[in-house]
Structure formats: structure tokens, C-alpha cells
T-cell receptor
Framework: AQSVSQHNHHVILSEAASLELGCNYSYGGTVNLFWYVQYPGQHLQLLLKYFSGDPLVKGIKGFEAEFIKSKFSFNLRKPSVQWSDTAEYFCAVNANSGNTPLVFGKGTRLSVIA | GAVVSQHPSRVICKSGTSVKIECRSLDFQATTMFWYRQFPKQSLMLMATSNEGSKATYEQGVEKDKFLINHASLTLSTLTVASAHPEDSSFYIC????????????FGPGTRLTVT
């Protein structure tokens, strides 16, 4: 069975600081990888995804993530965070075999302070 | 992009009543829909996978007689919480996938259920 581990429960950063949120997954086969963001009171939004190809993927709002297969990792990065990035971030994975459900990590709450 | 809607967005009901939540894919046909549950400050947990025209597949620990899922068309899936109790209070989120080689799922905005 798949599992996803997000290392940080709550991250607090000042504006303009760089961000890296860790995500590791456990699965024996080929996977698709996703990062979602959930702003307070809002629904999930897809930040970026990796299916195949270039392991460095760029998403919306200046976010990027790098798939390192040997480490089973898909860490999310942003060079300079803004107050508006305050949200909950979820890493998710599903099997690369059609319509399979997503397995989510427990989420990381990011608080950006002025 | 693809849009998924959920109705209602928020519902408050009394213990013992049943509540139906609708999930619609507005601009694409969803061969598969997923239902997740999110407790406060926690992650999304998969409840069931629903394929159009067939019975839903429930995750271990999810009571199929309590959480009734119907996927009658390629654009609509419903989740009915039968005889709801306060412990069923949660945020219910659906997602829809169009099938084929597209692995992306599109999430609905969620339904906040409060059982009093």
C-alpha cells in the first residue's frame, strides 16, 4: 500500500524567506505525485504535479518541486514566500495506472508572518 | 480547467436524519469519482471509489450501509449519510477523474456536515 509522509507539521516563516516542505512516499511501483494547497476556508487547489519526464516541475504561484526517485521524495520549494502563501499544503501520490485514488500526507501548515 | 461542484456546501442536520451530498463534474465526463473525508486539522482520508454504473468500492473501516454512494451518470455521484450521528460531522470532499491516461483528479469545494 502507498503511504505519504510529510515531515513538518507546522512551519513558520517570515515574508521573503525561502521555503522547502518535505514529502516522502512509499510505494513499490511507478507513481504520480502532487502538491495541493488549501487556503483557510477554501477547497483544495492543485499546485503542481509530476507524471513523468523532467523531475523538476514548476507549478503555480512560483512553487516548484523536485522528484528524486532514489530518495522517494518530492519536496516542495519556493524561493521567497509571501503572506498570502499562508495555507495548508498536502503532498499526494497515486499509482501510475489509470484512475486510482490519491493517498495524502498529513499536511503541513505554513504560516507566513510579516 | 475542469470544474467539480458539490452541493450543498454546508449542511446542519439533527441526529438520526439522512443527508445527501451531490458531486457533479460540470465540463467533463467523470468515469471515476472519489469520496474523501477530512477531519479538522487532519488530512484527507479516502472513503470510497465510485465508477459510473457499478457499485462503489469502500475503504476498510468505512460502513457501506451508512455511507451510500451512487454514481448513476458520468457527471453525478451522490453520497448519502444514512442516520447521521454527531461523529459523522466532518468535511466531505469529492474528486473526479476523466479516465483514460489522464491521471489528474479535480476536487470539489467540499461539504461541511454538522450533525447536532
Amino acid at each position: 500500500a502507498q503511504s505519504v509522509s510529510q515531515h513538518n507539521h507546522h512551519v513558520i516563516l517570515s515574508e521573503a524567506a525561502s521555503l522547502e516542505l518535505g514529502c516522502n512516499y512509499s510505494y513499490g511501483g511507478t507513481v504520480n505525485l502532487f502538491w495541493y494547497v488549501q487556503y483557510p476556508g477554501q477547497h483544495l487547489q492543485l499546485l503542481l504535479k509530476y507524471f513523468s519526464g523532467d523531475p523538476l516541475v514548476k507549478g503555480i504561484k512560483g512553487f516548484e518541486a523536485e522528484f528524486i526517485k532514489s530518495k522517494f521524495s518530492f519536496n516542495l520549494r519556493k524561493p521567497s514566500v509571501q503572506w498570502s502563501d499562508t495555507a495548508e499544503y498536502f503532498c499526494a501520490v497515486n499509482a501510475n495506472s489509470g484512475n486510482t485514488p490519491l493517498v495524502f500526507g498529513k499536511g503541513t501548515r505554513l504560516s507566513v508572518i510579516a | 480547467g475542469a470544474v467539480v461542484s458539490q452541493h450543498p456546501s454546508r449542511v446542519i442536520c439533527k441526529s438520526g436524519t439522512s443527508v445527501k451530498i451531490e458531486c457533479r463534474s460540470l465540463d467533463f465526463q467523470a468515469t471515476t469519482m472519489f469520496w474523501y473525508r477530512q477531519f479538522p486539522k487532519q488530512s484527507l482520508m479516502l472513503m470510497a471509489t465510485s465508477n459510473e454504473g457499478s457499485k462503489a468500492t469502500y475503504e476498510q473501516g468505512v460502513e457501506k450501509d451508512k455511507f451510500l454512494i451512487n454514481h448513476a451518470s458520468l457527471t453525478l455521484s451522490t453520497l448519502t449519510v444514512a442516520s447521521a450521528h454527531p461523529e459523522d460531522s466532518s468535511f466531505y470532499i469529492c474528486s473526479a477523474a476523466s479516465g483514460g491516461m489522464s491521471y489528474e483528479q479535480y476536487f470539489g469545494p467540499g461539504t461541511r456536515l454538522t450533525v447536532t
